[in-house]
């Protein structure tokens, strides 16, 4: 099955500055990636995801780029404020498989 | 109008009795799902429905039983609960196809 690993486990940024989180994954058939972001104590919530057919994805601040050659995509956050401060969790499953499967998690912590 | 909902929200009870969690989902979504949380924050997959039918069934043991009375609610029932068992639970929906799966709050489960 599929194996997605994070990296790294946890990263801290100044407000104002880019964090970037990467994610690996195993399963050449994987084509959808989404990223999720947890707050302490919520619920994990899609913030961005992308599918195999385009290399980059962007949503105000944030973005996704893929690179299916290498089976690695990143979250690039910009000009990240305290409210970015969470758990992110990257996933990936390839086409209709019911299964996620989620990367460990990275602890982002945004310094005023 | 909640898309994804689960009580109870907390639940503290004594090790080796029984309890239950419900989840319901008003998205029309054919697939639900159940992740264990621990204090590592790994989303760890038990079980996954797809129209009332068992579809992905980890590696759990078998005091945790899952039923799916309609395609819009998830039930989890635990027989005699250990320590291991607290966490927090989630469930989740994901519409037909590869899809952003939506979570529920969480249920806080703490085993005395």
């Known amino acids: 099955g599929e194996n997605v690993e994070q990296h790294p486990s946890t990263l801290s940024v100044q407000e104002g500055d880019s964090a970037v989180i990467k994610c690996t994954y195993s399963?050449?058939?994987?084509?959808?990636f989404p990223w999720y972001k947890q707050e302490l104590g919520k619920r994990p919530q899609l913030i961005i995801d992308i599918r195999s057919n385009v290399g980059e994805k962007k949503d105000q601040r944030i973005a996704v780029t893929l690179n299916k050659t290498a089976k690695h995509f990143s979250l690039h956050i910009t000009e990240t404020q305290p409210e970015d401060s969470a758990v992110y969790f990257c996933?990936?499953?390839?086409?209709?498989?019911?299964?996620?499967?989620f990367g460990k998690g990275n602890q982002v912590v945004v310094i005023p | 109008d909640t898309a994804v909902s689960q009580t109870p929200k907390y639940l503290v009870t004594q090790m080796g009795n029984d309890k239950s969690i419900k989840c319901e989902q008003n998205l029309g979504h054919d697939t639900m799902y159940w992740y264990k949380q621990d204090s590592k924050k790994f989303l760890k997959i038990m079980f996954s429905?797809?129209?009332?039918?068992?579809?992905i069934n980890e590696t759990v043991p078998n005091r945790f039983s899952p039923k799916s009375p309609d395609k819009a609610h998830l039930n989890l029932h635990i027989n005699s609960l250990e320590l291991g068992d607290s966490a927090v639970y989630f469930c989740?929906?994901?519409?037909?196809?590869?899809?952003?799966?939506?979570f529920g709050p969480g249920t806080r489960l703490l085993v005395l």
């Open positions: 989740a929906s994901q519409p037909a196809g590869v899809g952003t799966q939506y």
């Open positions: 429905y797809n129209n009332k039918e068992l579809i």
């Open positions: 399963d050449s058939a994987s084509n959808y």
């Open positions: 996933a990936a499953t390839p086409e209709g498989n019911n299964r996620l499967a």
